[in-house]
């Protein structure tokens, strides 16, 4: 297990090294840096001395290998746009982000998984097929649109909810919570529920899927034969039955949340890394891009470990490789 | 004593007697999800033909008739049924026209993601060890990036290698490659969790048995045992396919905004959702929704069809 | 009284010398203060210098305000001007342009400065206005004596980036970039001024659907820009309403007008633009009053010069937009030998200025009536300046752009957009299409030394009728102003789109 | 006479398909009273498997009852809500599965799953029911109860599998069993062991019993009356003396005269000359058919399989390797098989049988020692492709017949698939005639193509596995119980095949039973296995006349002879 997990360890890092370099290859598409940090005025001499002093004009090797040493050092570099360091910046935003997608991850799997059984429980019942339907169009709608909606419906015509930011947030020193403010717990309402329904939808239809098929197989109908009660049959033994797919999903999407919850945290005004990182995008903030997309490596290169892991629980006919 | 002839029958009357069709036969929701993507498909591929207009020649656009309200309301014109958007374009044909782009970088997306993810997850679960470690790891340094950042690079490599006319003609590629590309690893990592169940049933052994190769044992054997995943992913991506290629085409990646797709016409309308002119973004998305149920219905059928024991 | 307001963005940089951008140097201007000011309606006013006078052609004398402190207690005098005026010019400093406009600073008292010019210079104060002082023993106590830089290496070295110490109205008491800032009111504030305003809170909000809606549901008292498209929900909704007016900025088109052949055209061994048939051609194709009215839903100002009112130096007389003629249009294409048209690459920001990528499809469809078939490329503004820049060589051949100029003054916009490109000079910066005329290279020379106001407008004139007839830029319309504001809360809205504080006034 | 517990009264079941209608059981009446055994025999897929789960209401769709009642003492249970039904399974029914590979949920140890089933009926607290557990698992002969009910079902063998699904279903002390096969993958000492617990059940606390088996002895064992069922109709009821002894219905006939002889060998085994069959059933001339045409693998000398030392460790426990046990499979084995021979392998339920054939067939990986196959040694072999040419000359029937096909695949795809891989048919006309003739011959009829292997019983899926196994026309073939879930006459049908194959084309074969009379039928050399080790070779006969390890002679003496046991029987009979 410890070799197993320092392994996977080990490869993240490789896996960051590939990301950063690939991050470097790709920074000149993104657009131009420079433009954004200085004002009209500026002349085109003093602009080519800051591109020349920032060393864009640098073979993007050279960049990379530069940002690499620092990096190792601890020192990300400077945001383009806010003129502070990198590191700390992401630390700010690191709670906000971390919290809405926990909570929009607990919200999708506490509502998706039951869905899913009883979707699959009763596949004819009218309310499956409404469900699904409606489901289905949360998932087709775009996230932006449903967003706006929620805000209009829930902030502003019936203002019981606030309509942007993350409301009044504690702070313990090392993160920094909505979790114990009113206002706090009010501002995540509408944006978990936004990002969630997506996820739900997946995590609905995927357990459906995986269910009907489990239902049918023999030691679902042995565990019937021997009288045990459905609960423990549908939660306990199929359930579980269906996890590993749902299991891999789940970390994949708890990931891009982590990662990329990009629309829903600027329609919401969410400070955080999506929102950090959408703007370090349409700003060309290297040093921000550079380092946020190590760190979602990371944060990958670790959710997939977990989700590995949790094969392993789930599934004892695993356990034999390794 | 059985009805055995020699030759082998042609492929449609294979088809017609295939379980598949006969299953389909008798799905009355199969049937109405399948035709209304036929009509969806239909109304696209043949939009000069269906639409009452057509919005991507500019030079019949006026701009005096932008935003007007569907037909039935009271300042709507009748000869835009659904309106017009903030350009004089007829909602309606625009839907039509946008469809084109949206289905085809839908489907190919998607469809080029699944086959890039499935075939990775397939290797990935059924090798293990080194051959594993090293596909899971490209797919976390893929996950890493998003579609954003991907369309950006192959754009503009893209645009470096190719002289500037061909630009536009390679916008859709773009989209689909970029979209596809990051798209696979989750089915990537499905299809390699599920497999990696399954190798080691004795279904597979016997397979080995026999001495088929890897791959007829990955293809014929695995695969059809892993796809339920898959065909739930695949129905509910291409909604964000088709989302996520109006956003890239909002970064100047995609199609030009003059020959607006389905997801763009959405993102277009969302502008007017406060200032009352709903049509702009309700049409595309019901078409959309439309599309989406329809497909969903019709993998939800496929995946039961393709399994004898839930027919 | 609390005051919330939002913006789409939040400031780079806290440093007042840290870039030169109007959203930044304005939302500064309520905590940093320079030796003029505006007036809520642009007019120049004594700031921290309570008078000045043009005592020889390059030299001014300035009287300091006595009294005024920094929030941090420390006074204002002559010294910090000269600490300013040096910090300016340090690397750092995106501020050299208005540092170099000055030569040098003697001081003569504490409360008197002389100014030294390199050149004859009639709108020095009007440049001074967003040249913000700062106190020379803070900045020394905190290492902050140069303005930090993008490319700073650490936190200590960007201290002035993230605090702010002026002698403004309102003091920065909290800040998290892009999530919020608190202000409170200096209570030792020079000057009486109107607002009643205790505490400000400032949100970035990036989505313009999203600040509405916070205004609308009374989480915000103020927010702007609201989509024009938005204002009937702003009136008819309760207790908020739109607050509009023509913005200082022209939005306007330029062409290619350089290049042998274009880059993004089907006509190839020749420039189309280089014919001035056919630049009057694109002019006479567009109809600027269905932009306006479609687009800009009215409330734009179709405009004829690349110049808005607001501006010293405007001229009426040529205000007139080109008349909006498609058959003649046509006639000057076939006589320029297009009678079938051409086809021409567009390059359009879609993040940058008010409905910017619907004008230009607008603009795409309008010239598509009279054959000119244009590919539209819209990209976002990072991605578009970094395209059409000179830095990339202006590789564009038709494109949109929107001026404010920095100074409030033609002056700007002679230089930078209609001037030739010049590196050495630095002239026609933003002149991607590099229109050149060179009687206008040397009016823009001239106007820069004109002290003579009546003198200085006639040069003006002229270089505004050669470019009319010379049809070298396509101005469309000043772009409006869209500011949202809660019923009760009364405040002045400038030109260059900048929430003053100082005219806040939050009622019931 | 005691109270009838359980009566089936004109049961019909049917099974709509697309391809019409199977009618699984007409008009099926069975009782069984307080105390009672019921034995069914019968044809493979006469529909014994189907009125079991027809009484449990747990028929699979598109299964349905089409008439009939079914009573539990007095009360009718046909037509009952689930709700309702739940009351019954497992409490007052118990019902053990005919196939214990897929029966046990994959993902818990059998100790969860035990202690859930003992705690839903009898409300024990966990220690007493882990007790319970280990004690129920000792009952059936699980060696090592206490470490081994942590274990999860793949890591069991076939037989014990098997017993742990009898542990499962008799956990909450039903009144009425229903026993699907109950013995099939068990050797006869832990065969033995079973009966009697289960007769002592019957016996003591007046439990009724059904039990369905193709097993004569066991019948002659256990069973107080016997119904013969055959086409989905129950043909003859009549106590068990009477049916084994002088059955009416003329396939109870042929039935019994096909059991296969424990005492003496006999070239091919007894036909069975059923009625309405008869026609179909011809005999196979191999001279002039298709699996008679050999395939050319070239010459080896010496045994065409050497085994050498061969070793295998399975480590359990621990989630990442850090193995808290280790279970020794197979044990320093050596043994050879000849060109052409039959080599049979006997021995105790768990002793690593069916591992040896894994090794064999480079499925697991040997822990060491060496696989000699027609010269090479295939523990060296590194590329799957190398390997890939020596498997393709061996085959396996295994042991757990329905989750070694793929059931997505239709019957005709899953035995035409190796021979359209090898290219052994020319055309695909060809291929589909083959696989339907293959069919025949296993006794499904070519209308089995069509269907997917979820719609056959038991020992209709055995013979799908084996016709697949036949198809390749291998070199040497590995049989892991291939015949345990057929009736007699099929099974000698089969096992008759085999033999011409080895007789015409020099099959060579590792033959895998419990079935001690059917080995002596088949094998020329039989190996004993026990714990792991391979205790005695010997030549058939001299095995069966004169064992000479303590294992041997154990099981040799534990032969039933049913002629014998019907006395033993009724010994017991008498002294109650
Ligand atoms: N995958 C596995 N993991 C752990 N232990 C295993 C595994 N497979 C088999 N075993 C153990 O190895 C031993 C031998 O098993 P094997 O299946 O070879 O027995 P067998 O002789 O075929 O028995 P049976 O006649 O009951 O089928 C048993 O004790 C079993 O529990
Ligand atoms: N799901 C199904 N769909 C269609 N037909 C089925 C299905 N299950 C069973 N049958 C058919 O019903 C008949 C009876 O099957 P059943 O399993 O009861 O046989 P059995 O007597 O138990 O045979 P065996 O001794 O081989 O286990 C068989 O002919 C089989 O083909
Ligand atoms: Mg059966
Ligand atoms: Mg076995």
């Not at chain 3, 395209?387 to 752009?401: A, E």
């Not at chain 4, 399974?89 to 003992?118: C, H, V, W, Y």
Request: charged share 20%; aromatic share 8%; proline share 5%.
């Amino acid at each position: 297990m410890f070799k197993f997990v320092s392994m996977r360890l080990l490869q993240s890092i490789v896996v960051m090294l590939v990301v950063g370099l690939i991050a470097f290859g790709l920074f000149r598409f993104v657009g131009d840096p420079i433009n954004n940090m200085v004002g009209q005025d500026t002349t085109l001499a003093e602009r080519e001395a800051l591109t020349e002093s920032l060393g864009l004009n640098d073979p993007f090797l050279v960049q990379y290998g530069r940002f690499i040493t620092k990096a190792v050092q601890g020192d990300f570099g400077m945001s383009y746009r806010l003129r502070q360091p990198v590191s700390g910046l992401i630390a700010e935003r690191f709670p906000a982000t971390l919290e809405l997608s926990l909570i929009s991850a607990f919200l999708a799997l506490a509502l998706g998984v039951p869905m899913g059984i009883y979707t699959a429980l009763k596949p004819k019942s009218l309310f499956t097929r409404g469900f699904m339907t409606l489901s289905l169009m949360g998932v087709s709608l775009p996230t932006f649109l449903i967003g706006i909606l929620l805000i209009l419906f829930f902030g502003v015509t019936l203002r019981w909810l606030p309509t942007f930011g993350r409301g009044e947030v504690v702070d313990l020193g090392w993160w920094t919570t909505g979790f114990l403010t009113a206002s706090g717990l009010k501002s995540l309402i509408l944006p978990a529920i936004t990002l969630a329904i997506f996820q739900m939808t997946l995590i609905v239809r995927l357990v459906r899927a995986e269910m009907l098929e489990v239902l049918r197989t023999d030691y679902i109908k042995f565990a019937h034969a021997r009288g045990l009660s459905p609960r423990l049959i549908n939660f306990s033994i199929a359930l579980r039955n269906t996890l590993v797919p749902v299991i891999t999903i789940i970390g994949l999407q708890v990931g891009s949340i982590i990662a990329f919850a990009i629309i829903t945290e600027s329609v919401f005004q969410w400070p955080g890394m999506g929102l950090l990182f959408i703007q370090a995008v349409s700003e060309v903030d290297i040093p921000v891009m550079a380092a946020y997309l190590l760190l979602i490596a990371f944060v990958f290169v670790v959710i997939n470990l977990i989700v590995d892991i949790l094969y392993f629980v789930v599934d004892p006919r695993l356990r034999v490789q390794s | 004593m059985s009805d055995i002839s020699n030759e082998r029958p042609s492929f449609i009357t294979r088809f017609r007697e295939s379980d598949l069709w006969w299953n389909f036969k008798g799905s009355p929701g199969a049937i109405i999800a399948a035709i209304l993507t036929f009509l969806m498909i239909f109304g696209a591929a043949f939009a000069n033909f269906v639409a009452p207009h057509n919005p991507f020649d500019l030079a019949t656009v006026d701009l005096f008739d932008a935003l007007l309200p569907p037909a039935w309301e009271g300042e709507g014109n009748a000869s835009y049924l659904l309106g017009t958007d903030d350009q004089g374009r007829d909602v309606f044909s625009t839907i039509l026209y946008g469809s084109r782009i949206s289905l085809i970088v839908g489907f190919a997306s998607v469809g080029l993601a699944a086959i890039l993810g499935i075939a990775v997850g397939l290797i990935s679960g059924y090798a293990g060890g080194v051959v594993d470690s090293i596909l899971m790891r490209i797919a976390d340094v893929q996950l890493s990036f998003p579609a954003i950042l991907i369309a950006l690079l192959i754009d503009g490599v893209a645009r470096g290698i190719m002289p500037r006319e061909t630009h536009d003609e390679l916008a859709v590629y773009v989209l689909v490659v970029a979209i596809g590309l990051s798209f696979w690893v989750q089915y990537a990592r499905t299809v390699r969790s599920s497999v990696m169940v399954e190798r080691n049933k004795e279904y597979v052994q016997a397979g080995q048995v026999i001495g088929l190769p890897d791959w007829i044992i990955l293809v014929r054997h695995i695969l059809p045992n892993v796809m339920g995943p898959v065909l739930v992913i695949a129905t509910i991506q291409l909604a964000l396919a088709v989302i996520t290629e109006a956003t890239l085409s909002f970064l100047g990646v995609g199609v030009p905004p003059t020959s607006p797709s389905l997801g763009t016409l959405i993102r277009i309308g969302n502008d007017y959702l406060f200032s009352g002119e709903w049509w702009i973004t309700i049409f595309p998305g019901a078409a959309l929704v439309i599309l989406v149920l329809s497909v969903n219905i019709l993998g939800d059928w496929l995946r039961d069809a393709l399994n004898p024991k839930l027919r | 009284e609390v005051f919330k307001w939002s913006f789409q963005g939040d400031v780079q940089s806290l440093d007042p010398h840290g870039l030169n951008e109007t959203f930044t140097l304005g939302f500064l201007g309520n905590v940093y203060e320079g030796l003029t000011s505006y007036s809520s309606d642009l007019q120049i006013e004594p700031g921290l210098a309570v008078s000045w006078e043009n005592t020889a052609p390059t030299t001014w004398v300035f009287k300091l305000r006595e009294g005024v402190k920094f929030h941090d207690g420390g006074d204002f005098n002559a010294d910090d001007v000269i600490f300013t005026w040096k910090r300016t010019l340090t690397s750092g400093s995106d501020m050299k342009g208005y540092g170099a406009r000055i030569s040098g600073i003697k001081k003569i008292d504490d409360h008197t400065i002389e100014v030294e010019t390199p050149a004859p210079n009639p709108i020095l104060p009007r440049e001074l206005a967003f040249y913000y002082m700062m106190d020379k023993e803070w900045s020394e106590k905190h290492n902050s004596v140069e303005a930090t830089s993008p490319k700073a290496a650490d936190a200590t070295a960007t201290y002035a980036a993230q605090n702010a110490n002026g002698t403004g109205p309102f003091i920065l008491s909290e800040r998290q970039p892009d999530v919020r800032s608190t202000f409170t009111r200096f209570t030792d504030y020079w000057k009486d001024i109107p607002t009643n305003v205790t505490e400000v809170q400032f949100t970035p909000i990036s989505q313009g659907a999203t600040r509405v809606a916070a205004l609308i549901s009374g989480e915000l008292d103020m927010v702007y820009p609201v989509p024009v498209q938005d204002w009937n929900r702003l009136e008819s909704a309760e207790g908020v309403k739109p607050l509009t007016g023509p913005e200082a900025r022209t939005i306007f088109l330029g062409m290619d007008q350089w290049r042998d052949e274009l880059l993004y055209s089907n006509i190839k061994g020749k420039n189309p633009f280089k014919d001035q048939r056919v630049r009057a051609a694109m002019a006479h194709a567009i109809d600027l009053n269905a932009i306006d009215e479609k687009i800009m839903r009215g409330a734009a100002v179709p405009a004829g010069l690349l110049l808005a009112p607001q501006i010293n130096g405007f001229d009426e007389k040529f205000n007139t937009p080109y008349a909006y003629d498609p058959e003649k249009s046509k006639k000057l294409l076939a006589e320029a030998g297009y009678p079938d048209g051409f086809e021409l690459g567009m390059d359009c920001p879609n993040n940058r200025y008010v409905n910017d990528e619907k004008i230009c499809q607008a603009v795409v469809g309008l010239l598509a009536r009279v054959g000119i078939k244009v590919d539209l490329n819209a990209q976002p503004k990072s991605k578009y300046f970094a395209k059409v820049s000179p830095q990339n060589g202006n590789d564009t051949s038709f494109y949109l752009l929107g001026w404010t100029p920095s100074s409030m003054d033609v002056h700007n916009v002679l230089y930078n957009l209609m001037s030739s490109f010049d590196v050495e000079k630095n002239t026609g910066q933003f002149n991607y299409g590099r229109y050149s005329n060179t009687r206008i290279d040397e009016i823009a020379g001239n106007v820069e030394k004109e002290t003579d106001q009546a003198k200085r407008q006639d040069m003006v004139a002229e270089a505004f009728s050669i470019l009319q007839k010379d049809v070298g830029y396509l101005p469309l319309h000043q772009q409006p102003l869209s500011w949202g504001v809660r019923d009760g809360v009364t405040l002045a809205q400038r030109a260059d789109n900048v929430l003053d504080l100082r005219y806040v006034v939050v009622g019931k | 006479m005691s109270k009838t517990l359980l009566d089936i009264k004109n049961l019909i079941v049917e099974f709509p398909s697309r391809h019409g209608d199977v009618l699984a059981a007409k008009n099926v009446s069975l009782s069984v009273a307080s105390g009672e055994i019921l034995g069914v025999v019968g044809e493979s897929g006469a529909g014994k498997s189907t009125i079991g789960n027809a009484v449990m209401g747990l028929l699979e769709r598109p299964g349905r009852v089409g008439g009939g009642e079914v009573f539990l003492e007095r009360d009718k249970i046909s037509g009952l809500s689930q709700v309702e039904m739940r009351k019954i399974r497992g409490k007052r029914i118990g019902m053990i599965f005919q196939d214990p590979l897929t029966s046990l949920n994959p993902l818990e140890t059998i100790a969860k799953q035990l202690i859930g089933t003992i705690q839903t009926h009898l409300g024990f607290s966990d220690a007493d029911a882990r007790e319970r557990a280990i004690s129920l698992l000792d009952q059936v002969g699980i060696p090592d109860p206490s470490q081994r009910v942590d274990h999860y079902p793949h890591q069991f063998s076939g037989g014990m599998r098997q017993r742990v699904v009898i542990a499962l279903a008799l956990c909450a002390e039903p009144e009425v069993i229903l026993a699907d096969e109950p013995t099939t993958a068990l050797d006869v000492s832990i065969q033995a062991q079973i009966l009697d617990l289960l007769r002592k059940l019957v016996r003591e606390k007046g439990v009724g019993m059904i039990i369905i088996t193709h097993d004569m002895g066991v019948i002659a064992e256990v069973a107080d009356r016997v119904a013969v069922m055959y086409r989905g109709a129950v043909v003859e009821t009549g106590p068990t003396k009477k049916i084994l002894g002088n059955p009416d219905h003329p396939y109870s006939r042929s039935l019994i005269s096909a059991v296969p002889r424990p005492d003496v060998r006999l070239h091919r085994f007894p036909m069975v000359e059923s009625i309405e069959a008869a026609g179909e059933r011809k005999e196979l001339d191999l001279s002039t058919h298709w699996l008679g045409k050999a395939r050319d693998f070239g010459k080896s000398d010496g045994p065409l399989l050497k085994v050498d030392n061969l070793e295998m460790v399975f480590k359990s426990g621990g989630m990442f390797g850090s193995s808290k046990s280790i279970v020794r499979a197979v044990d320093d084995v050596s043994f050879d098989i000849r060109n052409g021979e039959c080599f049979g392998i006997v021995g105790e339920s768990g002793s690593g049988k069916s591992t040896i054939a894994r090794l064999v067939t480079s499925i697991y990986k040997s822990a060491g020692g060496s696989i000699n196959f027609a010269g090479t040694d295939l523990t060296k072999i590194k590329r799957r492709k190398e390997l890939n040419v020596h498997r393709r000359q061996m085959q396996m029937i295994f042991q757990d017949p329905f989750s070694s096909v793929n059931a997505r695949m239709k019957v005709r795809d899953i035995i035409a698939e190796p021979i359209r891989f090898h290219k052994l048919t020319s055309s695909e006309s060809e291929t589909r005639q083959i696989v339907d003739d293959l069919l025949d011959h296993v006794g499904l009829g070519a209308k089995a193509a069509v269907k997917y292997p979820h719609e056959f019983s038991g020992g209709q899926r055995q013979r799908i596995s084996i016709a697949r196994a036949l198809a390749t026309r291998p070199r040497f073939l590995i049989c892991d119980e291939p015949t345990s879930a057929l009736d007699v006459s099929i099974q000698a049908q089969i096992l008759n095949l085999l033999k011409d194959l080895q007789d015409e084309l020099g099959l060579t074969m590792m033959f895998i039973s419990h079935d001690l009379p059917v080995i002596r039928q088949m094998c020329d050399r039989v190996g004993v296995m026990s714990k792991g080790k391979m205790v005695e070779i010997a030549d058939t006969e001299a095995l069966f006349e004169a064992p000479k390890h303590e294992y041997s002679k154990h099981l040799i003496s534990l032969m039933p002879s049913y002629t014998g046991l019907m006395n033993k029987d009724a010994e017991q009979a008498e002294a109650s």
